[in-house]
C-alpha cells in the first residue's frame, strides 16, 4: 500500500480524513464537508469552473469527484446555479479549499452546503498526483473517511472492495423524475418534446424553453403510450448515471420512438441509448471525459468544437463510418481527436441523432448550443 500525506493536513483544525483506492493506495488529507463515509467511483474533473453545477448534475450520482483546479470554493455556494434538486456526487476531493467565498451571488461557504447535504470531503490532497494514477490505472472504486468514519487501512480497503462496480450499476432510475412535470416555451409555443428523464440536467429544458419547446420531462419508466399520449414533435433523451447496458427498457423505448419516425436528439447517456438502439455496443472508458474543455470534430463539416462532458462509458466504432441498422443506414458522425472516441451518432433514413458531449453545458462552454437549434429544424422538417 501507498499513502500520500495531505498537502494541508498539519496546519488544518479540521478533522483528519483519507481517500482510500481499491487498489490499496491511500491520500492522507482533513475532513471537508460532512464528516463520516463515502463510498462510489473515484474519477477527476478538469473543469476550472463551474463545480456547483458538476456537484448537483445528477450524471456524476455513486462517484467520488477529484477537482484537477487547485483552488476550489472562490465563488461559494448560491440558489440559482443548481443543476437538480440535491448534490449527486458520493464523495468530493479537493486540494486546497478557498478559506473565504467571494461573490455577489455567494449564499454561504461550499463546504458549508457539502455539510447541509451530507456530502463526505475530503481536502489537502494532492490531486495532481491523484489525477496522474487514475489516468494511468484508470477510475476505480474508493471511499472518502474523516471523522468517525476513519478506520485502519486495512478496514477502509475492505469496505471499498466491498462496494459495487461502476460497470453493470443501472442507475438512472434512481435520478430519474418520479412525476412528470411541463417546462413551458418561452413566448410562443413552437414544439411539444416528450424528454426522458435518464438524469437531465436543469438547464437542458431551459434552453429548449428559450426556442419555443413546450418539454414535457418524462420518468425513466415511461412507456411508448406515455410517450405518445404527450402528442409530442420530438423526444429527447438525456443524460444520466450508470452503465448504458443495463437500460434496457429506455433502449426500447427508443427503438419504438424511431420505428414510428419520431424526431429525436439525445446527449450523453441518451447517446449512448440511441446507439444501442440502432445495435452499436458500448464499453467503460478507462478513466472517462469530464470537464469543460474536450475537444469534438464534426465528421461533415471538419469543425472542431470545445465541449463539457461527463461520461465513463462510450459506444464502439469509428469515425464516419456508416452501418446498417433495422431503421436504415447510420453513421458515427462526432468523435474526439484526443482518443478517438465517439461522440456523435446521426440516423441517415429517420429524423434521429445525438451528441456525448453537453450543449446545455452549465457551466460552458458555448460551441456546441446550436444542436439545439438543429433538433428544432429536425421536428419542423416532420412536422
Given at each position: ?35 463520516g ?5 473515484a474519477v ?37 446555479d443548481?443543476e437538480?434538486?440535491r ?15 467571494s ?15 451530507g456530502?463526505?470531503g ?15 490505472q484508470?477510475?476505480?472504486?474508493a ?64 434552453m ?77 472508458l ?21 465541449t ?16 446498417d ?31 456525448q ?27
Amino acid at each position: 500500500m501507498t499513502e500520500s500525506v495531505g498537502l494541508s493536513a498539519a496546519t488544518s483544525a479540521a478533522p483528519p480524513a483519507a481517500l482510500v483506492l481499491e487498489d490499496g493506495r491511500v491520500f492522507r488529507g482533513t475532513g471537508y464537508g460532512a464528516q463520516g463515509r463515502a463510498l462510489g467511483e473515484a474519477v477527476f474533473c478538469t473543469g476550472m469552473t463551474g463545480y456547483q453545477e458538476t456537484l448537483t448534475d445528477p450524471s456524476y450520482h455513486r462517484q467520488i469527484v477529484v477537482q484537477t483546479a487547485p483552488q476550489i470554493g472562490n465563488t461559494g455556494w448560491n440558489d440559482e446555479d443548481d443543476e437538480s434538486s440535491r448534490i449527486w456526487v458520493a464523495g468530493y476531493v479537493v486540494r486546497d479549499p478557498a478559506r473565504v467565498p467571494s461573490n455577489w451571488r455567494s449564499k454561504r461557504a461550499l463546504d458549508t452546503e457539502l455539510a447541509n447535504q451530507g456530502i463526505v470531503g475530503i481536502a489537502g490532497v494532492d490531486t495532481r498526483t491523484l489525477t496522474r494514477h487514475l489516468r494511468e490505472q484508470g477510475a476505480m472504486r474508493a471511499g472518502v473517511f474523516s471523522g468517525d468514519g476513519m478506520a485502519s487501512v486495512d478496514e477502509m480497503v475492505a469496505d471499498v472492495l466491498e462496494s459495487p462496480p461502476m460497470a453493470g450499476a443501472d442507475l438512472a432510475g434512481e435520478v430519474t423524475t418520479r412525476e412528470p412535470y411541463v417546462v413551458p416555451a418561452q413566448g410562443e409555443t413552437r414544439f411539444r418534446v416528450a424528454a426522458l428523464d435518464l438524469g437531465i440536467k436543469a438547464n437542458t429544458p431551459r434552453m429548449m424553453s428559450q426556442r419555443g419547446m413546450e418539454v414535457h420531462v418524462l420518468p425513466a419508466t415511461s412507456s411508448i403510450e406515455d410517450v405518445l399520449a404527450v402528442s409530442p414533435d420530438g423526444v429527447f433523451l438525456s443524460n444520466g448515471p450508470g452503465d448504458p447496458a443495463t437500460t434496457t427498457h429506455a433502449t426500447e423505448l427508443t427503438k419504438a420512438v424511431l420505428e414510428r419516425k419520431l424526431p429525436l436528439f439525445g446527449i450523453c447517456f441518451g447517446n449512448q441509448i440511441l446507439g444501442r438502439a440502432l445495435g452499436m455496443g458500448t464499453y467503460k472508458l478507462r478513466y472517462g471525459h469530464r470537464g469543460i474543455n474536450i475537444p469534438v470534430i464534426d465528421v461533415a463539416t471538419r469543425q472542431v468544437a470545445i465541449t463539457a462532458q461527463n461520461h465513463g462509458f462510450a459506444l464502439d466504432g469509428e469515425p464516419g463510418t456508416e452501418f446498417d441498422t433495422p431503421y436504415g443506414k447510420a453513421m458515427v458522425s462526432h468523435y474526439c481527436p484526443n482518443d478517438g472516441c465517439v461522440e456523435g451518432v446521426r440516423a441517415l433514413d429517420v429524423p434521429a441523432f445525438s451528441v456525448q458531449y453537453h450543449p446545455e453545458a452549465a457551466a460552458g462552454p458555448h460551441d456546441a448550443a446550436p444542436l439545439f437549434d438543429e433538433f428544432a429544424t429536425l421536428m419542423e422538417a416532420v412536422k
